[in-house]
T-cell receptor, first 114, second 116 residues
Framework: KNQVEQSPQSLIILEGKNCTLQ??????????LRWYKQDTGRGPVSLTI?????NTKSNGRYTATLDADTKQSSLHITASQLSDSASYIC?????????????FGTGTKLQVIP | DTGVSQDPRHKITKRGQNVTFRCDPI?????LYWYRQTLGQGPEFLTY????????KSRLLSDRFSAERPKGSFSTLEIQRTEQGDSAMYLC??????????????FGPGTRLTVL
């Protein structure tokens, strides 16, 4: 069964600090992994995407890593800002023979406090 | 605004009533998805369309739920005889389904349904 698990479930950090969010998946066959940011009451917005051959991708203060062998990904946020407070969702896509499936994690709720 | 739009943004209804939501995808996108999201959870897949064809439906989509995309553009999601358990955020997403490994779903703002 395709599954995406994220940890921690929630996290509170001080403004300016760094943090790392984790994502483990059992999706197969793997096509790509994407991290989304979802502000409260809004739809998710893509931050980064990685395919099988990519092991790191940056987008400003966000850096995602992927280990396709261990099926783990992380999202590192540097110098956090109050506006980083949101849920971060790991999404894994599989694609085989014209059939595709997108599996969402339950998200990590991040709160950045002054 | 050329993103995905959803209407209404909020809907409050009484149990047993029918509700219909609309999604307008990004115009050139051929694939459209519906998801349901409850508080503290990630989106759960409901159904998706490639052009006007509904290719997959989740077991979450009971017979009270129906979705259409009649002309391969906008889509509607109807819930009949609503129940309190239907209260959730209903998200729509669209994408251009090409051969690239970088297919990206673009999400709308969602419709928040409250069933009293």
């Amino acid at each position: 069964k395709n599954q995406v698990e994220q940890s921690p479930q929630s996290l509170i950090i001080l403004e300016g600090k760094n943090c790392t969010l984790q994502c483990n998946y059992t999706v197969s066959p793997f096509s790509n992994l994407r991290w989304y940011k979802q502000d409260t009451g809004r739809g998710p917005v893509s931050l980064t995407i990685m395919t099988f051959s990519e092991n790191t991708k940056s987008n400003g203060r966000y850096t995602a890593t992927l280990d396709a062998d261990t099926k783990q990904s992380s999202l590192h946020i540097t110098a956090s800002q109050l506006s980083d407070s949101a849920s971060y969702i790991c999404v894994v896509r599989s694609h085989s023979g014209g059939y595709q499936k997108v599996t969402f994690g339950t998200g990590t709720k991040l709160q950045v406090i002054p | 605004d050329t993103g995905v739009s959803q209407d209404p943004r909020h809907k409050i209804t009484k149990r047993g009533q029918n509700v219909t939501f609309r999604c307008d995808p990004i115009s050139e996108h051929n694939r459209l998805y519906w998801y349901r999201q409850t508080l503290g959870q990630g989106p759960e897949f409901l159904t998706y369309f490639q052009n006007e064809a509904q290719l997959e439906k989740s077991r979450l989509l009971s017979d009270r739920f129906s979705a259409e995309r009649p002309k391969g553009s906008f889509s509607t999601l109807e819930i009949q005889r609503t129940e309190q358990g239907d209260s959730a955020m209903y998200l729509c997403a669209s994408e251009w389904a090409g051969q690239s490994s970088y297919n990206e779903q673009f999400f709308g703002p969602g419709t928040r349904l409250t069933v009293l």
